[in-house]
């Protein structure tokens, strides 16, 4: 897979249920970074995990990084139909304030 | 709260046609980003800006491309020649400063659309 895929590629859930998705990246990278993205709108950034630490909260949102696995995954807790939105991982590596990789998103739907 | 802004929102224009797309980063912020995303592909980095010099870009950033910030606040991305396959939703994006906690903002977008 390509630097920072993530799985499953769609999720379609009913309110109140938690949404789980992952990313993979190939590379060693300095930071993973989730963006949430509403149809044909902008980037809104979530949450970032450093390379050096293993889980991260903010609200309903818990993220996880297993650099041995080079892997993420976003929870999404106690969804909501405003959580309806692609959802991206973007990893950073080399030197800081260098680009951005995005991966395809997962779309998630929450029905109510 | 502070946000990157971008104008216009949207942007018609002929194949072979100039556009500039403009974007005005949150004010503190040194490190400038330009990305673009193709109706239902992944988020493509164009170029980065430093500094008033381009520290990175990518395989798209031909010559057909070029970014300036001609006055301390806008940030601008111009194509020369538009061609086809520039259709898609430009992203602008700024960061305070290089660090490796340091989060990327992102604007909501110009979507450009080249008949």
């Known amino acids: 897979s390509q630097q920072g895929e993530e799985d499953p590629q769609a999720l379609s859930i009913q309110e109140g249920e938690n949404a789980t998705m992952n990313c993979s990246y190939k590379?060693?990278?300095?930071?993973l970074q989730w963006y949430r993205q509403n149809s044909g709108r902008g980037l809104v950034h979530l949450i970032l995990?450093?390379?050096?630490?293993r889980e991260k909260h903010s609200g309903r949102l818990r993220v996880t990084l297993d650099t041995s696995k080079k892997s993420s995954s976003l929870l999404i807790t106690a969804s909501r139909a405003a959580d309806t939105a692609s959802y991206f991982c973007?990893?950073?590596?080399?030197?800081?304030?260098?680009?951005?990789?995005f991966g395809g998103g997962t779309r998630v739907l929450v029905k109510p | 709260e502070p946000e990157v802004t971008q104008t216009p929102s949207h942007q018609v224009t002929q194949m072979g046609q100039e556009v500039i797309l403009r974007c005005v980063p949150i004010s503190n912020h040194l490190y400038f980003y330009w990305y673009r995303q193709i109706l239902g592909q992944k988020v493509e980095f164009l170029v980065s800006f430093y500094n008033n010099e381009i520290s990175e870009k990518s395989e798209i950033f031909d010559d057909q491309f070029s970014v300036e910030r001609p006055d301390g606040s806008n940030f601008t991305l111009k194509i020369r020649s538009t061609k086809l396959e520039d259709s898609a939703m430009y992203f602008c994006?700024?960061?305070?400063?290089?660090?490796?906690?340091?989060?990327?903002?992102f604007g909501p977008g110009t979507r450009l659309l080249v008949l």
């Open positions: 995990i450093r390379s050096n630490e």
């Open positions: 994006a700024s960061m305070v400063l290089a660090g490796f906690g340091k989060t990327q903002y």
């Open positions: 590379t060693s990278i300095n930071n």
């Open positions: 973007a990893t950073s590596e080399g030197a800081a304030g260098n680009k951005l990789t």
